[in-house]
C-alpha cells in the first residue's frame, strides 16, 4: 500500500493532513505522537509503531512532517520491507517539508489550523501516490542503478583501452622488427657500395 497519510504541523496545530484510506484513526494517533514530540525547535528524526502501522516524524525548524505507512505489506515482501525501514518514507518527509517551506514561507509561524489544508492536501496526496508507487522515488536505488551504469561503461572502455594496449604492442613489436630490418638493410646497402667501389677502383 505505501504511504497512506501525510500531516504537516507546527507543535500540536496541524496545518495541513491528508488520508488515502477512509477506514482508519490515522490522524487520531497522529495527534497522539504530536503530544509525544518534546517541545522545542531541535531537529528529529522518529518513528512510533501502532498496529500495523508506522508513523515516522520528521521535525525541523520547528516544522513537523509525519506519515503513516502500512507495516503488515512490508513485512509480507522483503523488496518493499526496505520502505517501511524509513528510507523512503523519510524521503518523502524531506520532500514535503521543502515543498512547504517554499510554498509558504513565513506565513508558516503565525498560520491557523488547517489554513494551508484545502491546497496543501492535494500536495500531499500527490506525493503520497508518488512515493508509494514510482520506482524513481527511492534516490538510493536509483544512484545504485546510475552507479551500476557508470561502472558497466568503465568497464567497456578498460577492455577497449587494454584491447587497444594490445594493438599498441604489436604495433611497437612490428615497428621494432621494422627498425631492426632497417639497420640490416643499411649494413648490406653499405657492404654493397665497398664491394661495388673496390670493384671500380681494381677496373681503374
Not at 604489436?170 to 664491394?195: C, D, P, Y
Request: net charge positive; glycine share 6%; with cysteine.
Amino acid at each position: 500500500m505505501g504511504i497512506l497519510y501525510g500531516m504537516v504541523a507546527r507543535g500540536l496545530v496541524v496545518l495541513a493532513e491528508f488520508s488515502s484510506v477512509a477506514q482508519t484513526n490515522a490522524n487520531t494517533i497522529a495527534r497522539q505522537i504530536l503530544d509525544k514530540i518534546p517541545r522545542g525547535n531541535e531537529d528529529s528524526n522518529s518513528s512510533y509503531s501502532h498496529d500495523r502501522y508506522i508513523f515516522h516524524v520528521k521535525r525541523t525548524d520547528g516544522l513537523i512532517v509525519l506519515c503513516m505507512a502500512d507495516d503488515a505489506t512490508g513485512r509480507e515482501c522483503n523488496d518493499r520491507l526496505k520502505f517501511y525501514a524509513g528510507r523512503i518514507p523519510f524521503e518523502f518527509l524531506e520532500d514535503i517539508h521543502q515543498r512547504f517551506v517554499k510554498t509558504y514561507g513565513r506565513a508558516i509561524h503565525t498560520a491557523s489550523p488547517y489554513a494551508m489544508n484545502e491546497d496543501f492536501s492535494r500536495i500531499l496526496s500527490q506525493q503520497m501516490d508518488h512515493y508509494s508507487n514510482d520506482p524513481n522515488a527511492d534516490r538510493l536505488n536509483r544512484l545504485q542503478g546510475e552507479m551500476s551504469h557508470v561502472r558497466t561503461v568503465m568497464i567497456d572502455n578498460i577492455d577497449k583501452v587494454l584491447q587497444r594496449g594490445d594493438r599498441l604492442a604489436l604495433l611497437v613489436e612490428k615497428t621494432s622488427t621494422l627498425q631492426g630490418n632497417t639497420i640490416r638493410f643499411r649494413r648490406q646497402t653499405q657492404r654493397f657500395r665497398k664491394a661495388q667501389w673496390w670493384r671500380d677502383f681494381k677496373l681503374k
